[in-house]
């Protein structure tokens, strides 16, 4: 993120946050975003493309980017990135099959040039969260900990 990214952001009353979910083909991206929301889970269908959800979170607006996960749009991750303030990566533990390729494509994600993590340190900012997109269990200590994060680097004038 460049410097008139943070300084805009900065002066913005609302304070925004731009999120990208990403990860494999039915993971569990869509029932996240929709549980942390409160919405019902009951019915949900593959995400052809992209769906975008804003949600107010504490004191944060959150614009969250559901991007779909099916091996032909993967390609298409890389067109999402610019001016996003963070990533989750959601894995479906239970799809024990899949793990393999979904750790090759959580690889293949950061060796985007886009990302420009060749120049980070070992400092890089992440964590990783036991949750549950079905029952919930632990989405609001993963996304606690994401906005504290954030926010403590985009919008250090608090």
Known sequence: ?????????????????????????????????????????SVISPTLGFNIKTIQYQKYSLNIWDVGGQKTIRSYWRNYFEQTDGLVWVVDS?????????????????????????????????????????TGDGLLHGFDWLFQDIASRIYVLD
């Open 1 to 41: 993120m460049g410097l008139l990214s943070i300084i805009r952001k900065i002066k913005r009353k609302e304070k925004e946050m731009r999120i990208l979910m990403v990860g494999l083909d039915n993971s569990g991206k869509t029932t996240t975003v929709l549980k942390i929301n409160g919405e019902d889970t």
């Open 94 to 134: 239970s799809d024990v099959r899949r793990l393999d390729d979904c750790r090759a494509e959580l690889h293949n994600l950061l060796k985007e040039e886009v990302l420009n993590l060749e120049v980070m340190n070992k400092d890089r900012h992440w964590k990783i969260v036991g949750c549950s997109a079905y």
